[in-house]
């Protein structure tokens, strides 16, 4: 550390003696010009021997304030020259008047005024230029080491990241690929555009390409889909630059550049949201989260505590979750209230205690049982967790005033095949059902899989090519609709701004995603062939499991929202004193494990449950579901992300 900083010393007081220098070589110069490169005249010495004395200390002066070197000339550029020009164009009106007012104008050639200051802006900065040039004259000379790469896009990114790759020897620029016609046969850093994307195929084998790069910050899903597949054709590496979101603020580099993962492939664009709105009911207040240790629930503590809460309250069973967030916030956000509390959203009094100490004013509902296959064969806990957990932080929130209540659901919860899903709905229903009846807004969001979150497909396919497969799944034709964990939590932080209370949110999911074709996508994401390498098998469906996913149940009616990406499903609202028993009834049938019983109520609920592994004939006659009718629900209105109404419409039952 003590040999750089003398090293930085030195260099610049060496850049200070050689700009003070170029002072008289510069007004040596401009007598020798003005006398046709001859010595000036015996008359005119005098004159400028006072001009140089003066010219000297005064440039000098101006040359540390204007703060030439408080940078690199390694990196010189515009605002450097700009620097120059500046000082020097003051420095010379300074030797002007200093001249007149000694009274040796006369002798001082007038040309030499205008001659002196731009040989002096030629020196300060040509030598700047020079040096930069020495520094990275790889810039136009073939590198002989490093990966040799081929760079898609030829753009603003491009260029910043051919400057930096031709600084080092990591990687060999080739050439760019670029679909504008425009560019082609130009040159970026003296590193040609050798044609569009689809000459990939051929160029790459004549350049013996070990590399491509994409350059496109900003570059569609489909983009980077084509170029993982033609790279996976040719078995050629592919590494990106991330999204301008990640970008902001820094200059491109080559440490920036990095493998392309799933998320690049099956995530969307980055959703606009209102952060005013969001701020607005979270910034100084109390808010809990429950399952604040999960996928969702960790980044709901994430994004809420970056919002400025009172104090962020985490309810979570598992210890090691727990500890993880915790320590997570507790080093990112140091001025953060943070509780961290361990306990069950199952046990009364534990989460009674919570709101009696804490007095949460918003909720984040996320602790659930979430894996399908495994409930299938645990529908008590199935039922204790979804449902009686959902049923008990409801009524505490209810009971303590909480002003918002947000439920994380799934879009399994739509005309559900699986316990979990059934287990979802009673969820919803009853959030619904409660909001018509408290003060408190109950909220839900229902949305499908998010990538990476703990025991979806991507972890399971991700460690079965490691293992070096086969990746299994279910169904050729199965499907899933994906999105992000920071996206979706997103969306469940504006739907909880737009929410009156009673409303089903539902996040637009996209274009539903083939099981097969992203573990195509995996494997070649991971430099291996399909079916050769790594194989795929299908080895059919699991208890419980549907071949592709719905959002919206077809009684409930859809309504757009203020949000492009957030939809509205109009609440079935039911009579809430049956409700209550058949609850009741579901809770004692999970105490005694009684499968039978538990069938029977899960479907007198949710009538359109079609689970059970056949045992439905067993079951005695359900009783009907009570609908309240449709006149009695009212006119339902479009809500805005501010939370107000403002589209009237007629509300289904």
Known sequence: MKSLLSRLFFNRWAAFVHDLLCVPLAMLLAYWLRFNLEPPPPQFVGAAWAMLA????????????????????RFASL????????????????????VVVFGRVGVVPRSVFLLYP?????????????????????????????????LIGAGRAGDSLVRDLLASDQYQPLGFLDDDPRKHGRELRGVRVLGDFAALAGLAPRLGVEVVLLAIPSASRSVIRRMVQQCAALGIRCQTL??????TGQDIQARHLRDITVDDLLGREPVPLDDVAIGGYLAGQ????????????????????????????ILENSEFNLYSIEMELRKKFPEL?????????????????????????????????KHVPMLESNWAEGVFNNVIGTWVVAEAAHRFGARRFVLVSTDKAVNPTSVMGATKRIAELYC??????????????????????????????ARQIKEGGPVTVTHKDITRFFMTIPEA????????????????????????????????????????????????????????????????????GVAGTSHPKIMLAQARLVDWEWLKQELIALREAAEARDRARLLVHLQTIVPEFTGGGGREEESPPAAPLRLVRQAELGPVQKIGRDGKKILTGARGG
């Open 286 to 313: 109390v808010v809990l989260v429950t399952g604040g240790g999960g996928s969702i629930g960790s980044e709901l503590c994430r994004q809420i505590a970056s919002l400025a809460p009172r104090r962020l309250v």
């Open 337 to 369: 209230a943070l509780a961290a509390v361990l306990g069950d959203v199952k046990t009364v009094n534990r989460v009674e205690a919570v709101f009696a100490r804490f007095s949460p004013q918003v909720v984040f509902h996320a602790a659930a049982y």
């Open 242 to 247: 991330p999204a301008l979101t990640e970008l």
């Open 118 to 150: 731009l040989l002096l802006i030629i020196f300060l900065s040509g030598s700047r230029i020079a040096y930069r040039y020495w520094k990275d004259r790889h810039f136009y000379l073939p590198q002989q080491s490093g990966r040799r790469a081929l």
């Open 54 to 73: 003066v010219a000297v200390p005064v440039q000098g002066l101006l040359f540390w304030r204007f703060g030439f070197y408080r940078g690199f000339w």
């Open 432 to 461: 619904q059902n409660l909001a018509q009846r408290s003060k408190t807004r109950f909220i839900t969001t229902r949305f499908g899989n998010v990538l990476g979150s703990a025991g979806s497909v991507v972890p399971l396919f």
């Open 489 to 556: 939590v997103g969306l469940i932080l504006q739907a909880g701004a737009m929410g009156q209370g009673g409303e089903i949110f539902v996040l637009e999911m996209g274009e539903p995603v083939l099981i097969r074709e992203l573990a195509e996508q995996m494997i070649r994401l991971s430099g291996l062939r399909v079916g050769e390498e790594i194989k795929i098998e299908y080895i059919g469906l699991r208890p419980g499991e549907k071949l592709y996913e719905e959002v919206f149940h077809g009684g409930e």
């Open 79 to 98: 605002p450097d020259l700009l620097r120059i020009i500046q000082s020097v164009g003051l420095g010379s009106v300074v030797c002007a008047l200093m």
